[in-house]
């Protein structure tokens, strides 16, 4: 069982910064693949960032260049550094562990942090 710990979210203003962080309680955090999704109020879950176990990233277009995601593998953390937040950022942000066994494809969800940008 893989149990995801996210940290970090808060209130901040327009063009203002916070680091998420989820924390993995595995044996082997290396072999998941990780991503930040997040739901706004009334809307669906989105991908917002994914970096793979060999460190290939990928962000949806609205955060491109603004956020940052990383991984420390020794630390069994991922991160998500966001800068020049919008008010179109306020969300709740769920870390996601993800893994292929065989064929079966298995997903592991945070229990979610607010961001909310506002002034």
């Known amino acids: 069982q893989v149990q995801l710990v996210e940290s970090g979210g808060g209130l901040v203003q327009p063009g203002g910064s916070l680091r998420l962080s989820c924390a993995a309680s595995?044996?082997?955090?290396?072999?998941?693949?990780m991503a930040w999704y997040r739901q706004a109020p009334g809307q669906q879950r989105e991908l917002v960032a994914r970096?793979?176990?060999?460190?290939?990233?990928n962000y949806a277009d609205s955060v491109k260049g603004r956020f940052t995601i990383s991984r420390d593998n020794a630390k069994k953390t991922v991160y998500l550094q966001m800068n020049s937040l919008k008010p179109e950022d306020t969300a709740v942000y769920y870390c996601?562990?993800?893994?292929?066994?065989?064929?079966?494809?298995?997903?592991?969800w945070g229990q979610g942090t607010q961001v909310t940008v506002s002034s």
């Open positions: 595995v044996s082997v955090f290396n072999i998941y693949d």
């Open positions: 970096i793979t176990r060999g460190g290939s990233t």
């Open positions: 996601n562990a993800a893994i292929l066994r065989v064929t079966t494809p298995f997903d592991y």
